[in-house]
T-cell receptor, first 114, second 115 residues
Framework: AQSVAQPEDQVNVAEGNPLTVKCTYS??????LFWYVQYPNRGLQFLLK??????LVKGSYGFEAEFNKSQTSFHLKKPSALVSDSALYFC????????????FGQGTTLQVKP | KAGVTQTPRYLIKTRGQQVTLSCSPI?????VSWYQQTPGQGLQFLFE???????NKGNFPGRFSGRQFSNSRSEMNVSTLELGDSALYLC??????????????FGNGTRLTVT
């Protein structure tokens, strides 16, 4: 069965510093991976996805993610964090079979301090 | 293009009642999915509809049901509400049903509180 894990409940970084939010996955077959962000009282916003190709995927708002097949990881990164990046981040994997269903990690709260 | 619209934004119901939530997808999107979000269980998949057909159903009791109309709008219904049904219910739409890995576009959700 497909699954994702986000090992950190919360990540704290100072504004201007690089940030990493970790995600590991377990899939049968090819992994189709996604990152979403959720601000308070809002729905999820799509940041980026990995389907195939380059291991470094660039997304919205300056975020990027590094796909590592040998470590089964898909970590979200940003070179310079902003206070406005503070939010809840979800990693997700598409379920197997011909479906749009996503399986989400538990989420990681990112806190960026001025 | 208008985003995914969910109504109402907030609902307060009493145990035993039933509730219907509505979702209007992005224009042209034919797939609609529903997720339940709670602090304890995180995001859990409820069901997915594509062209009025349920394609997938999550591990929820039969009290949870849904449907999709010919204009792709979707509703979900929860009958005989329980306290544990209190959650943020999120609707998401996409152009297809997974075949091209198009991302899900989420609405802002309906916050259901059961007292």
């Amino acid at each position: 069965a497909q699954s994702v894990a986000q090992p950190e409940d919360q990540v704290n970084v100072a504004e201007g510093n690089p940030l990493t939010v970790k995600c590991t996955y377990s899939v049968s077959g090819n992994p189709y991976l996604f990152w979403y962000v959720q601000y308070p009282n809002r729905g999820l916003q799509f940041l980026l996805k990995y389907i195939t190709g380059d291991n470094l995927v660039k997304g919205s708002y300056g975020f990027e993610a590094e796909f590592n097949k040998s470590q089964t990881s898909f970590h979200l990164k940003k070179p310079s964090a902003l206070v406005s990046d503070s939010a809840l981040y979800f990693c997700a994997v598409r379920d197997s079979g011909n479906t749009g269903k996503l399986i989400f990690g538990q989420g990681t709260t990112l806190q960026v301090k001025p | 293009k208008a985003g995914v619209t969910q109504t109402p934004r907030y609902l307060i119901k009493t145990r035993g009642q039933q509730v219907t939530l509505s979702c209007s997808p992005i224009s042209g999107h034919r797939s609609v999915s529903w997720y339940q979000q709670t602090p304890g269980q995180g995001l859990q998949f409820l069901f997915e509809y594509f062209s009025e057909t349920q394609r997938n159903k999550g591990n929820f009791p039969g009290r949870f049901s849904g449907r999709q109309f010919s204009n792709s709008r979707s509703e979900m219904n929860v009958s005989t509400l329980e306290l544990g049904d209190s959650a943020l219910y999120l609707c998401a739409s996409s152009a297809t049903s997974g075949t091209d890995n198009s991302p899900l576009h989420f609405g802002n959700g309906t916050r259901l509180t059961v007292t």
